[in-house]
């Protein structure tokens, strides 16, 4: 889930419905006009949008998503073959529909999902930001399975923003305030409002400590391990080289 701030947005696959056509839009279920779902398919994604006005922000999340598809493939080293189902809703639909809370700017349950109009219309700089955000999600998802820690899940997805993890570590930087990662283990949907910020930051800054120490296919290997059901703490100590509650001091001490 990406988090909504007052400037940006930093921040979670249903059955695709027909194989993906390169950039060609079809028009999907018509018995009501209101009902009309189109969709636009790029090579590794299929876009849903509400109709033709919708149109041209549909073409450009491909192209973005398309070109963060391999920005993030190539630094992780993985490239998922299944198609990306993405819906881009309007404000209102996007929490009717998800039930995300309010600060949330983006989410991945299976699909991207994004507001892209309403009271708030989205940037292209946020929505870039958004889409890497969330197609992050879905690499970790097909990586690592459903078990990963959302820690380890929102952090990767915070450093493979286009601007990677410097507003995090800017964050850090400037408070004493901190977490232990092994309390930030489920959703952060779950957590008090005012401490969202704090998560997402912290979480961003170990990840990207977790690379500069063991490098990005350590972070690959710990997610793969994680979902052959090797238990968190074995599978963080055979990737990582030291034990997951001494990572955890030496990062939010
Ligand atoms: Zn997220």
């Known amino acids: 889930m990406a988090i909504r701030t007052a400037s940006r947005t930093r921040d979670v696959a249903a059955a695709v419905v027909q194989a993906a056509i390169a ?3 079809v028009l999907l279920g018509c018995s009501t006009a209101s009902a009309q779902v189109y969709e636009r398919n790029g090579a590794h994604f299929s876009v ?39 819906v881009l809703h309007t404000q209102q639909q996007f929490f009717d529909v998800t039930k995300a809370p309010s600060w949330a700017g983006g989410l991945y349950d299976g699909r991207i999902h994004v507001p892209v109009k309403g009271a708030e219309k989205i940037s292209p700089e946020r929505l870039t930001e958004v889409l890497s955000h969330e ?13 990963v820690p959302d820690w380890l899940h929102e952090g990767l997805a915070g450093v493979m923003e ?20 092994g309390s930030l283990m489920k959703s952060f ?65």
């Open 135 to 147: 197609l992050t999600h879905a690499f970790v998802t097909n990586v690592g399975g459903p078990a």
């Open 23 to 25: 950039t060609s839009v």
């Open 162 to 181: 286009q601007s990677g993890p410097a507003d995090e570590q800017d964050f850090m930087a400037h408070t004493s305030a901190r977490m232990p990662l």
């Open 48 to 86: 849903k949008f509400q109709g033709p006005a919708e149109e041209a922000i549909a073409y450009r999340s491909v192209e973005i998503l398309e070109a963060a598809y391999y920005r993030i493939g190539a630094a992780l080293n993985v490239y998922p073959t299944q198609p990306i189902e993405v």
């Open 189 to 253: 949907a779950l957590l008090p409002e005012d401490s969202v910020h704090l998560a997402y930051a912290e979480a961003a800054v170990a990840v990207k400590r977790m690379i500069d120490l063991r490098g990005t296919s350590a972070v690959v290997g710990l997610l793969r391990a994680i979902k052959s059901d090797t238990s968190f703490e074995n599978a963080f100590q055979a990737n990582v080289g030291m034990r997951f509650q001494d990572f955890d001091a030496m990062v939010t001490r």
